[in-house]
C-alpha cells in the first residue's frame, strides 16, 4: 500500500469509491491487472457494512462448492433466479451467473483469498433452491498476517459502536473478508488505499466522467482517473431525508450500516451527470430489535417466540426468512413485539447482531417482564384477551406441530435454527409459550442496506435516463439498484453480487 495522503491533481488508472467487499474486489482485480488502483474511502476505517457483515457470499456453480461436494451448478442458480425474479434484468442475471466461477477462481488463485462453503439455506421455496445452501465464506484471517492493516479494517458491529478495536485472534466473517482482500490488493503494489476521503462530486470532460471531488482532513482535492470511477459506497441508508424522498420505511437510525458512512453522496454525484436510478424504494430488510440507545440490532433465526402487532395478533412465520420477515413487519400494525417465555434464561431466544444485554434492555424499557400473559399486554399496550388468545392458539399448534396459520416449520428455512430439545412437541420450530414470567422486546423494521440505486448494464456501467452507458462511470453493490429487484434470494446475495459487478467494471476499463 502507498502514502494515505492525496496530492491535489493525483491522477490513476481506476478510482474506486467506498472500501466494502465489492470495492475491494474491484481493486483487487483492477490491480492485479496491472492498473494503478486508488481506494478512496469516507471514514477512517475500511470495510463499511461489509466488515460488519457474515461475509456469506452467494456466488454459485464456483470451484468452492465443487469442492463442498454439493451439486451446485450455474443452470441450477439460473432456474432458481428465473423463477424467483422473471427475466427483467436478464442480461445482468446472465453476466452475474457466467462471471462468478471465474472470478472466485481468480481470487483463490492468490493464497491470500480462501473461502469455504458453510451450510445456510436459501431463502424462497423455488425450483433451483439448495436447502442446504450454496453460500460460503472467507476463512478467518490471523491479525498477525494482515499487520498495521488490521487496524484499518472496521470491527464487528458491536466493538464498532462502543468505540472498540478488534478482540486478539484472527479476524472473522466481514473482517476476514475485508483483511483477505486487502492484503490481495496491496500485495500487488499497484494498489492506493486512502482513508478520510469523501467523495462528494464527479469531473466530468469530453462527454466522460474523468475523476472525483474528495473532502478530506486537509481540504478538498481532486483525483483523476484514466480509465473509470467506480461507485462502490453502499446505499444511502443512514441519510433521512433521502429515505423520506423515496419512501424507504423504517428508519436510518434503526438500519445496520455503520452510523455516518453511508448517506448516498454518490447517489447524488451521479444524478447531476445524468444517472438514472431504479428501486428506490427498496432495502434489504430485516427485523430489528430495538436497543437501549435507540439502534436496533439484526434479528434473525428465531428459535422461540412469536411476534405479535398493536392489535396483540400474529401476522407472519416468525421463522421466515429475515428479509421476509422485515417485509411482514413493514405491512403489520405496530408497535411490534417478540413475546417469550422464561424457558431460555430470560436471553432472546433468536440471533442479534450486536447480541443483547437483558438487563440492560430492561432497565431501559425496550424490554418488559411480567409474571402473567395480562400483565405483560398491559406493559406493551395490546388488548390482553388478544394476547392470551393468541398464545393459547399458538400453544395448540405447538401440541399438534402444525401452524394453519402462518405455516411455522414447514420450510427448511425454518428448520435450520430449531433446536429440537427446546420444543417438547413435533414441530421444533412451534416452541410454547408456557413458562412464567413473560417477556416481550420490541421489535424494529431495520435493514442491512438499500437496495435501490443507480442504474447498470451487464457491464456495471452507469446508465443515463435513455438507457445509455455513462462513459468512465461504473457503479457496484448497494451504489446500484440490484438485478434481484424487490427478492432476497439467498445468503450472501448483497455482497456476491458486488464483488461480481465491481469485478466487471473493473475489467470493462481495462478493455
Ligand atoms: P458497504 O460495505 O457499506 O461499503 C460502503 C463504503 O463506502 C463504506 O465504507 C462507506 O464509508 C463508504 N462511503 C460511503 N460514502 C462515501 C463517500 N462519499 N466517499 C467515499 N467512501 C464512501 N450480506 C451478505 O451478502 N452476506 C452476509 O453474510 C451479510 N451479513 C450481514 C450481517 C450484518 C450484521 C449486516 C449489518 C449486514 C449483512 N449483510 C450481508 C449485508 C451486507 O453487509 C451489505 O448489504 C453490503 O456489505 C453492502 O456492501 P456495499 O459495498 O454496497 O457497501
Known sequence: ?????????????????GSGAGALTGAVVAAADGLDTVVLERTPLLGGTSAYSGAACWL?????????????STEAARTYLR????????DRREAFLRHAPELVA???????????WQAFPDYVAAPGRMDAGRSFVPRALPQEELGDLARLVRPA??????????????????????GRLLLAATRTGNATV?????????????GRVTGVEARTPDGTVTVRARHGVLLAAGGFEGDAALRAEYGVPGSAAWSMAPSTATTGDLLRAAVRVGAATDLLDEAWWCLGTQRPDGSAAFTLGLRGGIVVDAAGQRFANESLPYDRMGRALAAARTPAHLVFDSRTGGALPAVTVPPADPAAHLESGVWVKADTLPELAGLIGVPADALTG???????????GTDPDHHRGEDPYDRFFADPRDAPGPNPCLVPLDRPPYYAARVVLSDLGTKGGLRTDARARVLDARGAPIPGLYAAGNTSASFTGRVYPGPGVPIGTAMVFASLAVRDMAL
Open 194 to 206: 486512502r482513508t478520510e476521503h469523501r467523495v462528494t462530486g464527479l469531473i466530468t470532460g469530453n
Open 60 to 72: 454459485p456453480g464456483t470451484q468452492v462448492q465443487e469442492r463442498a461436494g454439493l451439486g451446485d
Open 157 to 178: 458491529v458491536d466493538r464498532d459502536r462502543a468505540g472498540r478495536g478488534h478482540p486478539g485472534g484472527p479476524l472473522v466473517q466481514g473482517r476476514a473478508l475485508i
Open 390 to 400: 393468541t398464545v393459547a392458539r399458538f400453544n395448540g399448534h405447538a401440541a399438534d
Open 106 to 116: 481468480r481470487l483463490e488463485s492468490d493464497p491470500a483469498v480462501q473461502f469455504v
Open 83 to 90: 423463477a424467483l425474479v422473471g427475466d427483467a434484468g436478464a
Open 1 to 17: 500500500m502507498r502514502d494515505d495522503r492525496t496530492e491535489a491533481g493525483a491522477t490513476h488508472d481506476v478510482i474506486v469509491v
